[in-house]
């Protein structure tokens, strides 16, 4: 991964995360997210949370090479073909990261009342210290970080409309992350997060 030298790691330890507040331009973010939101195949699947099976708090998709399917759980996602908006952001994506991508798991929070709960992106399928690269479109969401192990130590960054994190190095070893709920939001969000999912 390359990151730019005026680029400060957020993490105080044991792992990086960057961001790129101006990733996309303002002239290519609606119209992104306008493309996304209707060419994107949204599905709203159940998983399985401590021991009972529950509707996610939020619609999601699975983008990327076949014969790749995604695990999580008590759910797997089987791959869809990339689409031309998704491409656009992924040719930037891998630019900055020089790293290619092998899949994108997104995710549509419909407005404040759709969230993501704590958890770390270490599944089996993306290998030891994966990278995660996530990029926002539409209306702004906090997004925790706290020490996975003392559960204290918490970091709170604004994802804004264009923006790009990068998630590396041993960060989801030590630190979870989640998306709260936010009753006052009223517009909706788009998620993308590239990774690579092995065979």
């Known amino acids: 991964m390359s990151v730019s030298k005026n ?3 957020l993490l105080p330890s044991n792992g990086e995360m960057f961001l ?10 609606e119209i992104l997210y306008e493309e996304l939101f209707d060419k994107v195949s949204w599905k709203h699947e159940s998983i399985m949370m401590f021991g009972k099976r529950v509707m996610q708090p939020r619609l999601t998709a699975l983008y990327g090479e076949p014969e790749k399917p995604f695990r999580y759980s008590g759910i797997t996602m089987n791959p ?6 998704l491409l656009k952001i992924k040719e930037k994506v891998e630019k900055v990261t020089k790293t290619t991508f ?9 407005d404040g009342n759709d969230s993501m ?29 706290r020490d996975y192990r003392e559960k204290k130590t ?8 264009g923006s790009l994190l990068l998630m590396a190095g041993e960060s989801q ?16 969000r788009i998620n993308i997060t590239f990774r690579n999912i092995l065979s």
């Open 80 to 85: 869809i073909e990339w689409n031309e908006p």
């Open 173 to 188: 070893n030590f630190w979870e992350h989640c998306v709260p709920k936010r009753k006052r939001i009223t517009n909706s």
């Open 20 to 29: 790129y507040k101006d990733f996309l331009a303002l002239n290519s973010v």
């Open 117 to 145: 709960g704590w958890h770390r992106d270490n599944e089996k399928e993306l290998g030891i210290n994966p990278l995660i690269a996530s990029v926002s479109l539409g209306e702004a969401r906090p997004f925790l970080v």
């Open 154 to 161: 918490k970091i709170e960054i604004e994802l804004t409309s």
């Open 7 to 9: 680029k400060s790691n």
């Open 102 to 110: 092998s899949s994108a798991l997104l995710n549509l929070y419909r």
